[in-house]
């Protein structure tokens, strides 16, 4: 079945950086591309921006361009988002999920558990 | 960049009673990229219905989806106990995702 897991929670003062993992099972890591959204706490969803497994191709949403980096390793499966110069507001719980583009339709099929990510001094 | 509104931003309903949930975008959609989730406190968003009105793998019939353009709306025909959680729309156009600030649905 498929399955993304991700690391566990972190604490960085700011100004720090901070690397997110997610581990992907049960199907092809390469076929499918990888988002990451965040939620602060009691808010919505934020996307941050995907990257493609395959080619290791991004495309980073505005606000955070600059400061985010999604990369992968082929070899374990594995897609990372990392964020720099943390902010207070940086605070907040990261999930990656699964892109399915399929027969024209495209949507988020399968999501990580979530990386609490605090930022704090 | 396409913006989603919801509304309403809270919809206190008993179970049984009907769900009528509300996005609009600030530009046209494309229905195909038009999708609904719905969370749970302390999980992570689960897909409900994408295409703007197929339902996921294992949602049940009483979640519906409909709309076109601009306005999309999401239908529970009668709330069980399980379906009181935050839905959220989502958008995609030109590369970029976008999510509407959810509705809650609690119980009255």
């Known amino acids: 079945q498929v399955q993304l897991v991700q690391s566990g929670a972190e604490v960085k003062e700011p100004g720090a950086s901070v690397k997110v993992s997610c581990q992907a099972s049960?199907?092809?890591?390469?076929?499918?591309?990888i988002h990451w959204v965040r939620q602060a706490p009691g808010q919505g969803l934020e996307w941050l921006g995907w990257?493609?497994?395959?080619?290791?191709?991004?495309n980073y949403a505005q606000k955070f361009q600059g400061r985010v980096t999604m990369t992968r390793d082929t070899s374990i499966s594995t897609a990372y988002l990392e964020l720099s110069r943390l902010k207070s507001d940086g605070t907040a719980v990261y999930y990656c999920?699964?892109?399915?583009?399929?027969?024209?339709?495209?949507?988020?099929?399968?999501w990580g558990q979530g990386t609490l990510v605090t930022v704090s001094s | 960049e396409i913006v989603l509104t919801q509304s309403p931003g809270t919809l206190s309903l008993s179970p049984g009673e009907r769900a009528t949930l509300s996005c609009r975008a600030s530009?046209?959609?494309?229905?195909?990229?038009l999708a609904w989730y719905q969370q749970k406190p302390g999980q992570a968003p689960r897909l409900l219905i994408y295409?703007?009105?197929s339902r996921a793998t294992g949602i049940p019939d009483r979640f519906s989806g409909s709309g076109s353009g601009t306005d999309f709306t999401l239908t529970i025909t009668r709330l069980e106990p399980e379906d009181f959680a935050v839905y959220y729309c989502?958008?995609?156009?030109?590369?970029?995702?976008?999510f509407g600030p959810g509705t809650k649905v609690d119980v009255k």
């Open positions: 530009q046209s959609v494309s229905s195909s990229f």
């Open positions: 295409g703007a009105s």
């Open positions: 999920a699964r892109d399915r583009y399929t027969s024209g339709y495209r949507f988020f099929d399968f």
């Open positions: 990257i493609n497994p395959n080619s290791g191709g991004t």
């Open positions: 989502q958008q995609y156009d030109s590369s970029l995702f976008t």
């Open positions: 049960g199907y092809t890591f390469t076929n499918y591309y």
